[in-house]
């Protein structure tokens, strides 16, 4: 069964750091590029980050978390990380991870060809 699973959310305060996780079970994630996205209670989801499949072409930020958040992956363990630093309350979302296609650079993260979705894990900056 094809599965991604996101972990590492948590309740933090403002200026620190959690590293999410996306687990890829049923197939070989590093086949596919990985973008992490992230959906605020009453606001559209946001395109948070992007990483190829391999080297396909470059990782890709949002402007609102370049410089503090950073993507990569760890192909022995099949998984995707999302490292995220200098947190702001602004950052608080569910925080999903999808994988499809190989590259990344889309115009808009809208246009990611997402073939599987995680179901999410809650990440809450509050002091």
């Known amino acids: 069964q094809v599965r991604l699973v996101e972990s590492g959310g948590d309740l933090v305060q403002p200026g620190g750091s959690l590293r999410l996780s996306c687990g890829g079970s049923?197939?070989?994630?590093?086949?596919?590029?990985v973008a992490w996205f992230r959906q605020a209670p009453g606001k559209e989801r946001e395109g948070v980050s992007c990483?190829?499949?391999?080297?396909?072409?470059?990782?890709d930020y949002a402007d609102s978390v370049k410089g503090r958040f950073t993507v990569s992956r760890d192909s022995a363990k099949n998984t995707v990380y999302l490292q995220m630093n200098n947190l702001s309350a602004a950052d608080t979302a569910v925080y999903y991870c999808?994988?499809?296609?190989?590259?990344?650079?889309?115009?808009?993260?809208?246009?990611?060809?997402?073939?599987?979705w995680g179901q999410g894990t809650q990440v809450t900056v509050t002091s």
């Open positions: 999808a994988a499809g296609g190989v590259f990344c650079g889309w115009k808009s993260y809208d246009q990611f060809p997402a073939d599987h």
């Open positions: 049923g197939f070989s994630l590093e086949l596919y590029a």
């Open positions: 990483i190829p499949s391999r080297e396909t072409s470059t990782t």
